[in-house]
Structures are given as structure tokens and as C-alpha cells.
């Protein structure tokens, strides 16, 4: 361990600094701030009172961290990345008390990218370049552009996740889920095409609530979340969704564009769909009647659940 080093040129007020942190040439922290262990604050940062940086982040130049603005550990913020604290601002007004800007762990915030105030940005999320953050970005999202929108998902690594069509894949099992692609019985004629499926004997378990999904524009995101008890079979009837599953440690998408296949997702599955064609009908098939409850909808909250389950099996 060693202290924290400050440029001769930089100037740290907050006694409040983590060992093995970085703070460069001038760059200004406040007396208020809190920074964490082995931070690198990059030349031309301000910091200011009412700010919280975990440890291992990288602050970039030609960053301001205003009052409210939270920085959770291994978080990376790009060269120019602009924050912002007040949703009206005027010269000499001051609100009672500043929203607080939350970026989860492990989160990167391309460079130039503008953060609205408010905003919390999901844990492992990718922002990229110049985007235009106006609302909450979901956990492991890749958004773009202005304003920014969702156009893709990071599995665990990182890494942008592919969508294998279900209509052509010849595994049925998700590598190392509990989840699974089921085949569903069709058939085709001069007459047309019929799809069925016996409750009792085809789906995983027997559907004690149907429900459907559509006209859902291409930005939006459904579902981010899980249920502790209740079971799920989606179906993509018309059109094309994406779907992700993930049980906590390994996570997968899916392209649901055929009725010829359903995706199982049991109890304690994270589900995400997005990226819905215009077209998309979506069938969702559920073990048990609605229990508000039931749900677990923040991810923070899910991994949790998953580890306590571990714990008491």
C-alpha cells in the first residue's frame, strides 16, 4: 500500500483519498469528496463536495464530478465526459438538494458522452461515444447515440452478446443455464402452417397464466427482472424479439423469430427482451397466477437472491 500521490500541480482538499490513488496535474478535489483505493484522476478533473468514488476507477481528462454524482468501484469515465446535476439551471439558483447521478460497478462511459442528471446506469453497462444519456440504462446495456438507446446487451465478460436465431439452432440446451430452447411440434401444408404444443406433455410445466406482448416500439425494453417462484415460456409468435437469460453468474441471448421454438426460463432467471420488431407478437406462458411479490426487478437485488439460495443449498 502506498498513500495517495498528488501532482504538484493538482490540488486535493478531501482527506478522504484511498491509498495507491492517482490524482494528476491540474486536477481540483474538493474538501467534501470521498475517493476510493487505486482511483487515476487524469489531468483537468474537478471534484466536487457531494461526490463518492469507489475504488479502482478511472476518471479521465476533462471531467467534472459534480455534487450528486456517485461512482461505484471499477467504473471507467472517458476523456470530455460531461455530468450534469440540475435539470433547470439557472446563474446564483441553487435546488434544495441535487439528484444523485448513480454509475454502477464495472459500468465505461465513453468520451463525450453527456449524463443527464438523475440518471443511474446499470452495472457492467456500456455508454458509448458522444451518447446522450436521458434516462436510467438497464445492467450489462450497450447503448448509442442522441438521445442514447439500447442496441445490445455484455455478457458477464464484457463482450457485446450475439443473438443465435431460434428458428435455426440445433442445440436446444443454453450453455451452462437451466433455461432451454424447446422445439415445438409443426406442421406444413398447401394449406399453411400450424405450430402446437400439449400443456401437460410439451412445456415444462403446466401454464396457469397466458399472456401476449405487442406493438412495443424498437427502443423500449421489457421485462428486467425475475421471479423467485413462478416459471416462464415465451413464444415469439409473429415478427422477432431478442431475449437474454441469466441465472446470476452466466447470461445468453436468444433470437426468438420462429413459433417453432419456445425459450424456458425457470424460476430465479433474470429476462430481458428488446430489440422487438415492428411486427412482434410475443406469447408468454407463466406457472402461477399474478403475484406482485413474486418479483424481484432490480439486478443488484437478484444477485443477492442467487447467492442466498446458494448459501442455503
Not at 456500456?126 to 440504462?137: K, P, Q
Not at 397466458?210 to 416459471?231: K, L, M, N, Y
Not at 426460463?265 to 430489440?275: C, E, L
Request: charged share 20%; net charge negative.
Amino acid at each position: 500500500m502506498t498513500s495517495p500521490f498528488v501532482h504538484p500541480q493538482g490540488i486535493c482538499d478531501s482527506e478522504s483519498v484511498g491509498d495507491d490513488t492517482t490524482i494528476w496535474a491540474f486536477s481540483h478535489v474538493l474538501a467534501g469528496a470521498v475517493i476510493g483505493r487505486n482511483v487515476n484522476i487524469n489531468d483537468h478533473v474537478f471534484v466536487e463536495n457531494d461526490v463518492i468514488v469507489g475504488d479502482r476507477v478511472t476518471v479521465k481528462s476533462g471531467v467534472q464530478l459534480w455534487d450528486g454524482i456517485e461512482l461505484h468501484d471499477d467504473v471507467f469515465v472517458g476523456p470530455n465526459v460531461t455530468f450534469t446535476n440540475d435539470r433547470f439551471p439557472r446563474s446564483k439558483q441553487y435546488p434544495d438538494e441535487f439528484p444523485r447521478t448513480i454509475v454502477e460497478k464495472r459500468a465505461s462511459i465513453g468520451g463525450g458522452a453527456v449524463i443527464l442528471p438523475g440518471i443511474r446506469i446499470g452495472q457492467n453497462a456500456m455508454i458509448g461515444a458522444g451518447a446522450i444519456v436521458t434516462r436510467d440504462v438497464p445492467p450489462f446495456a450497450i447503448v448509442v447515440g442522441n438521445p442514447a438507446r439500447i442496441t445490445g446487451y455484455a455478457d458477464s465478460t464484457g463482450k457485446r452478446m450475439g443473438a443465435p436465431s431460434a428458428a435455426v439452432a440445433t442445440e436446444s440446451v443454453v450453455p451452462a443455464l437451466r433455461s432451454s430452447l424447446v422445439p415445438l411440434r409443426k406442421a406444413t401444408d398447401m394449406r399453411g402452417s400450424l405450430v402446437v404444443a400439449e400443456f401437460t406433455d410439451d412445456l415444462p410445466f403446466t401454464p396457469q397464466r397466458f399472456f401476449t406482448v405487442f406493438d412495443v416500439p424498437s427502443r423500449d425494453v421489457r421485462g428486467e427482472h425475475a421471479h423467485r417462484q413462478c416459471e416462464q415460456f415465451l413464444v415469439c409468435l409473429k415478427g422477432s424479439v431478442k431475449a437474454i437469460v441469466d441465472d446470476g453468474l452466466t447470461r445468453e441471448e436468444f433470437l426468438l423469430d420462429s413459433p417453432s421454438f419456445g425459450l424456458y426460463m425457470p424460476a430465479m432467471t433474470w429476462g430481458t427482451q428488446y430489440a422487438y420488431s415492428p411486427d412482434a407478437v410475443l406469447a408468454v406462458f407463466a406457472s402461477l397466477p399474478y403475484d406482485g411479490t413474486d418479483y424481484i426487478r432490480t439486478y443488484s437485488e437478484f444477485q443477492d437472491a442467487v447467492v442466498l439460495a446458494f448459501v442455503q443449498n
